[in-house]
């Protein structure tokens, strides 16, 4: 497994190198770096900081020069906060990846137990429930579901009953003050965590039924019913085991997209994570964070991919790890 790793992220180099190319020729196309040094600035001082950042050589020259900086940890200045880039991403990096792993784990777990419920119970009234609520929720969009369930479990409550509402900030565990996971952390995450699974749920668990059908009405399912094995035991050894393996890569996929992908959700709730740190940095054409940002979300990209092959073939015997 170690080497099947190692092999994979070799090749995965080549695919980096040439994304963060491509990515690093469309910002410098679209953004000028010193725009804001150049209003009212002393002609001598921009061209000193043109040298300093080699934007007088060519692109490929400073793709170099950007890529060695960003290896030894150097990642400048922002030009919206002239605050240092590195704790800036950091620090969202770290927000958007316990909002993930809260609610992919929630959403995970949840949307399995409907999948399984549903493909036990086919065509029941509890799947045809659970059908119909996941057509919603995949109909719905995130802010307005996000708007939806402030004003149900925030605002209404304390109107109507004078309830403490759920809070409408978001504190992290790297949060001043804050003292790890107690009941106050996990307030401030209900609602963030709520509006990230409903659209989690309603595609997954669709995606898991239909799964456990297929594993359900497989070749090896029918041949166990035959010798006479126990229905339990043929339903989670054999079926269930088997429709988990494309239900881990489903949920490893769309965890890689939602480590950038969360820009309406951390903008709704004032959530400093990386989804808001890129729309505020595109606004105001930093380039300094922009790079790193979409360089971070593509390593991203490629680690859950590594982890979805290797779940993938753990879970099912006849994938083989070469």
Known sequence: MLTFAGRRLLYSLPVVVLASFILFVGVRATFDPLAKLRQGRDPAVVAEQVARLGLDRSIVEQYGLWMKAF?????????????AVLPMVASALGTTIQLI????????L???????????R???AGDHLFTGLSYLGVALPPFWCGLILIQALSVWPRQQFGLAEPPLFFIGLHSPGHSGFDADYFRHLALPV??????????WSRFSRAALLEALSSDYVRTARAKGVPRGRVFIRHALRNSLAPFVTVVA?????????LVVTEQIYAIPGMGRLFLDSLIAGDVFVLLPWMLITALAMI????????????????????
Do not use: H
């Open 253 to 261: 996929l769309d965890s890689a997209i939602l480590v950038g992908g």
């Open 303 to 322: 680690l859950l991919n590594l982890l979805a092959d290797i779940g993938y073939a753990a879970l099912d015997p006849r994938v083989a790890l070469r």
């Open 194 to 203: 709520l509006t990230l699974t409903v659209g989690l749920v309603a595609s």
């Open 110 to 120: 949840l949307a399995l137990a409907i999948g399984v419920y549903s493909a036990a």
């Open 122 to 124: 086919q065509y029941s």
């Open 101 to 108: 792993v809260w609610g992919v784990l929630f959403a995970a």
């Open 71 to 83: 290896l030894t940890g150097d990642w400048g200045m922002s030009t919206r906060t002239d605050g």
